[in-house]
């Protein structure tokens, strides 16, 4: 688990066509300072200003490349699950409010549903504004899994589970022990 204190936005400056610069930004982190941060920044910022002047364009969302950059609400301090004193965990809010637990020692598993594509005109208005609405494919989906994870857990006479609703699927969150990372 990795949540940065230290975040410093930083740009660096391209020349693209015929002298038109253009600022490529950047986001920095460190758990050490500032300083640290700042470094990262720039040097971030300028090999993304070197791609873009190749013309390379990222392909993907890196949401996996780097730490998500939250507030910082709380830091628990305890034992892990490795017998270690240590942070535990740290809530965050993220950038629509909600409080989030960041933990390494509680097992969360999340099961995603494919998204049936809406055709017709004002169906991109329609989920923009009310949400993605489910289909008889995805209750089916989500009824099929729900019940193959309760027949599991009807089995497992040692195992304490929740399972959510999510947008996208379900969240089952093991809650019977503390889980090592690595497991």
């Not at 950047?26 to 971030?44: C, H």
């Amino acid at each position: 688990m990795h949540i940065p204190i230290y975040w410093i936005l930083d740009h660096d400056r391209i020349e693209l066509h015929h002298d038109q610069g253009q600022r490529c930004w950047a986001w920095g982190w460190s758990s050490v300072s500032f300083e640290d941060a700042r470094t990262m920044a720039v040097e971030r910022a300028t090999r993304a200003s070197i791609r873009l002047a190749s013309g390379d364009r990222p392909d993907r969302y890196d949401y996996h490349e780097h730490p998500l950059r939250e507030e910082i609400v709380e830091t628990i301090h305890g034992a892990g699950s490795d017998g270690s004193a240590g942070v535990v965990a740290v809530i965050t809010r993220n950038r629509y409010g909600a409080l989030v637990l960041n933990t390494a020692s509680v097992c969360f598993v999340d099961i995603d549903f494919a998204k049936k594509q809406e055709t017709g005109r004002g169906g991109s208005l329609r989920r923009a504004l009310f949400g993605g609405r489910r289909d008889s494919v995805g209750e089916a989906s989500m009824d099929k899994v729900v019940d193959a994870v309760r027949a599991w857990w009807g089995r497992q006479s040692n195992r304490s589970l929740r399972i959510y609703q999510t947008a996208a699927g379900v969240r089952l969150l093991f809650a019977d022990r503390l889980y090592q990372p690595t497991s």
